[in-house]
């Protein structure tokens, strides 16, 4: 009887555990994908889902990333199979996974499914949207929240708050332009560039009311006058100035932070290294504020 015992124990302890890690994982598409245990092969198709997994302690689990996933330093060494907008389908399928991630707005994900593959699309654009993908990551990798979600978002949380009380009071209400990229396409209050702004202090010329990244006349930016002018164009093309950009104070008078490649990445990207990303930010605006 003992031992029958100790087997039922066993198998009762078993299926809680699988039961446990067993997830209904609902996605920015609103389609649910159930996952009977943790991932174990992962292929991510977005830079920031890249390096929330890795936040997570996770990196172990991806085969696969697409081409501009760089950090941390260890996923350069795996299969790149394209990007969001041209993944190689092909070489997704060879690799096997039990997930592929990507963007919400990639047109892949029918492709994939049709094929059997099961897609979790997030696309982080604000504070609340990284604290909700860390959430429904850690849910997806058997992640307790202690350990992974809410300890990755305290870190994020009190990096942009240390950053926001390093300014000088000179630089309390700067108006500030963000350049997401050669458009010019901006970064707006509403987007999570510009709710890291609205905590360092400073005053974000591109008003909500035109939506988290919009295209911009450059005219706008002449009226706006920004004080202060952020570049995170990773491509480096913005030492061409826009037409009528020349009469700004800001570019007479170099206030302008033009992010090379690698702080580029970290500014423009919404997820773990928001916090580094806020100092980057804090750093331009004490050394530019008028």
């Not at 350069?76 to 990007?83: N, T």
């Not at 974000?204 to 004080?227: D, H, I, S």
Request: charged share 20%; with cysteine.
């Amino acid at each position: 009887m003992n031992a029958i015992h100790r087997f039922l124990c066993a198998a009762l302890a078993l299926a809680a555990s699988l039961t446990a890690h067993a997830a209904d994982i609902t996605d920015a598409r609103g389609r649910t994908q159930s996952f009977p245990k943790p991932p174990d092969r992962i292929v991510s198709l977005l830079p920031s889902l890249t390096e929330t997994v890795c936040a997570l302690d996770q990196c172990h689990r991806l085969v696969g990333v697409d081409r501009y996933s760089n950090w941390p330093a260890s996923v350069q060494r795996l299969p790149q199979v394209g990007g969001g907008i041209d993944p190689n389908i092909e070489a997704i399928v060879a690799l096997k996974p039990d997930v592929v991630l990507l963007a919400a707005s990639s047109r892949a994900s029918d492709r994939l499914e049709a094929l059997g593959i099961k897609v979790v699309a997030l696309e982080p654009k604000t504070h609340a949207d990284v604290r909700r993908v860390l959430a429904t990551m850690g849910q997806l990798l058997g992640v307790p929240a202690a350990q992974g979600a809410d300890r990755v978002w305290r870190v994020i949380d009190a990096g942009v708050q240390a950053a926001t009380q390093s300014l000088p009071a000179r630089a309390q209400n700067v108006r500030i332009y963000f350049e997401v990229s050669r458009g010019p396409y901006a970064a707006g209050e509403s987007s999570f560039i510009g709710e890291t702004l609205a905590r360092l202090g400073v005053r974000n010329v591109v008003p909500a009311a035109l939506g988290p990244f919009p295209r911009l006349n450059p005219e706008f930016v002449v009226r706006a006058r920004p004080q202060i002018i952020m570049i995170g164009n990773r491509s480096m093309q913005q030492a061409v100035l826009y037409p009528g950009w020349d009469s700004l104070p800001a570019v007479r008078e170099d206030r302008i932070c033009a992010f090379g490649p690698g702080e580029a990445d970290v500014v423009v990207r919404p997820g773990p290294r928001m916090a580094e990303a806020a100092r980057i930010m804090a750093r331009c605006i004490a050394d530019k504020a008028p």
